[in-house]
Each structure stands twice: as C-alpha cells, then as structure tokens.
C-alpha cells in the first residue's frame, strides 16, 4: 500500500464510496490501513470489506437518503467506536501475513509431496 493513499485518507474523518458497481476498492484497503471508518455502497467486495458497525456503515447503492444517513451515524458515533475493528481489519490484511499465510501453504504442499 503506497504511503501517498495511506496519508490521504489519514487526513480525513472517514471515507466515502458510493460506487454502484465494483468488484474490489484499493481505497477501501487505504482507509483501512488509515484506520478512518469506511461508508460504502453494498456493492461488490466492499459487503466483504465493510462490516456494518465495525469497520463503517453499508448503504444500498443509488440511495443517496441512505448514503446521508450513513455518513451521519458514523460521525454521530466518533472513530473510536471504530477503532478496534478497523485495527482488526487492517492486522488482518496486511502484507506480512498474506506472505506469511503463502508460505505456510507452500510448505504444507511441499510436506505432502
């Protein structure tokens, strides 16, 4: 994850994406990895991604009332409510354990031959 995307997204107070369709965001990952609570449109890897109340809030796509309402409930709730999943998410996602979990696959397939 590049620093530059990291850096914006630390700058703000949460991260919007009102995509209607998509299958993944590299901006969701960059929020995560800001720790800055992600509001998204249930569309794509970003139901996945988002775990409502959690990690941010999820929308349905289109629906901008929702979209609103969304943005308010978790700037009405502050990122420290937050905080512990997104911390959890971006432990989770971070390239150290991707590596470290294809290397124990690796090893497990050599073992087997």
Same mark, same amino acid.
């Given at each position: 994850?590049n620093?530059?995307?990291? *850096?914006? &997204?630390? /700058?703000c107070?949460?991260? =919007?994406?009102?995509y209607t369709r998509?299958?993944?965001?590299?901006? @969701?990952?960059r929020?995560?990895?800001?720790?800055?609570?992600?509001v998204?449109a249930?569309?794509?890897?970003?139901?996945?991604t988002?775990?409502?109340?959690?990690?941010?809030e999820l929308?349905?796509p *289109?629906? &901008?009332? /929702?979209?609103?309402?969304? =943005?308010?409930?978790?700037?009405e709730r502050?990122?420290s409510r937050? @905080?512990?999943g997104?911390?959890?998410?971006?432990?989770?996602?971070?390239?150290p354990r991707?590596?470290?979990e294809?290397?124990?696959?690796i090893e497990?397939?050599?073992n087997r031959?």
């Amino acid at each position: 994850m590049n620093r530059r995307g990291v *850096g914006l &997204a630390a /700058a703000c107070d949460l991260v =919007v994406l009102p995509y209607t369709r998509i299958s993944a965001s590299a901006i @969701a990952a960059r929020a995560i990895g800001a720790r800055r609570p992600i509001v998204a449109a249930a569309v794509g890897g970003l139901s996945e991604t988002v775990v409502p109340g959690v990690t941010g809030e999820l929308f349905p796509p *289109g629906d &901008a009332g /929702a979209l609103a309402d969304a =943005v308010a409930t978790v700037l009405e709730r502050g990122p420290s409510r937050y @905080a512990p999943g997104l911390e959890r998410a971006s432990e989770h996602a971070a390239w150290p354990r991707y590596a470290a979990e294809i290397l124990t696959f690796i090893e497990r397939v050599v073992n087997r031959g």
